[in-house]
């Protein structure tokens, strides 16, 4: 396999999807821009409301005071990159991303210009860049909506960062950008299989409620957390194993848990993977 070639199968489909500004718009800059919005206007709703209470003479204790840490804000945030919202507007561009080829027959025009396994990781290649794209703009937004609370309770700020926190907040978002290319697998492969952009959107999500469903079913299963079929069989579960160790540390952790949990993200990355590379090969692309 040619460097080269990869490295050009990833600048073409950077350049395509790129084009596609209503792709990039709802899995990058929708969940960030809404987010500052509506947390503004919530923040002045809540300010209007305190004003009230303050005309009421109530204890000034309720009132939203003291300084915003700017630093401990950061970490939080990275802890929640993964979350349910954004998840699924950035499984819009994946789907796009990875089914387009197969609504527009385009594949045919392509896949003369290259090899098959590096058209796949080309728009692999994409997906984790969108990805991250993604994961800073919500981290910018989330920032700024601090700033816009100091600004509305004129509070102050500070920025309060150890060498510990520092490690949280790259740990937490390095897990989160994980966990959310593990569903750009699931997104990848359902492509493949059923050439159908909206099986690429919507079979991540349902895989998704099913192992949630799961997950609340353990006791019934006799399945313990620090197991390895509740580690393997859920990756949700793994990615909290690994969050909360990250947030935590280890101690109470069931032991080897954290191995446990890593190898099941690690499985759930490539098994996918390897599928659709495989599947794609074998397709016949002469009508798409």
Do not use: C, H
């Not at 919202?85 to 003369?112: P, Q, V």
């Not at 006791?219 to 935590?248: F, M, N, R």
């Amino acid at each position: 396999m040619s460097v080269t070639m990869l490295a050009d199968a990833v600048r073409s489909e950077a350049y395509r999807f790129a084009r596609d500004r209503t792709a990039v718009i709802w899995s990058v800059l929708f969940v960030p821009v809404f987010g500052l919005v509506a947390g503004g206007l919530g923040q002045l709703f809540l300010k209007q409301k305190m004003g009230a209470i303050a005309n009421a003479q109530l204890p000034p204790g309720l009132l939203q005071t003291g300084t915003l840490d700017m630093g401990q804000a950061l970490v939080s945030t990275a802890g929640g990159l993964a979350n349910p919202g954004l998840l699924l507007f950035i499984l819009i561009g994946l789907s796009t991303l990875f089914a387009a080829d197969y609504r527009w027959e385009t594949w045919r025009l392509t896949s003369a210009r290259n090899t098959r396994p590096n058209l796949i990781l080309g728009k692999v290649g994409v997906a984790k860049l969108l990805i991250l794209a993604a994961m800073i703009a919500f981290l910018i937004s989330e920032v700024l909506g601090e700033l816009v609370k100091a600004a509305i309770f004129d509070r102050s700020l500070a920025f309060n960062m150890s060498g510990d926190d520092l490690g949280r907040f790259f740990g937490l978002a390095a897990i989160a950008w994980i966990r959310v290319i593990q569903f750009a697998m699931l997104s990848l492969l359902a492509a493949v299989l059923t050439r159908s952009l909206l099986a690429a959107l919507f079979i991540p999500i349902v895989v998704s409620i099913g192992q949630f469903f799961l997950m609340q079913a353990m006791p019934v299963l006799g399945w313990e957390p620090g197991d390895w079929i509740a580690q393997l069989a859920l990756p949700g579960l793994a990615y909290d194993t690994l969050k909360a160790l990250i947030q935590q540390g280890a101690a109470g952790a069931p032991e080897g848990v954290g191995y446990k949990a890593a190898i099941s993200l690690i499985l759930w990355l490539l098994l996918p993977l390897a599928a659709a590379i495989a599947w794609f090969g074998r397709q016949d692309l002469s009508k798409e």
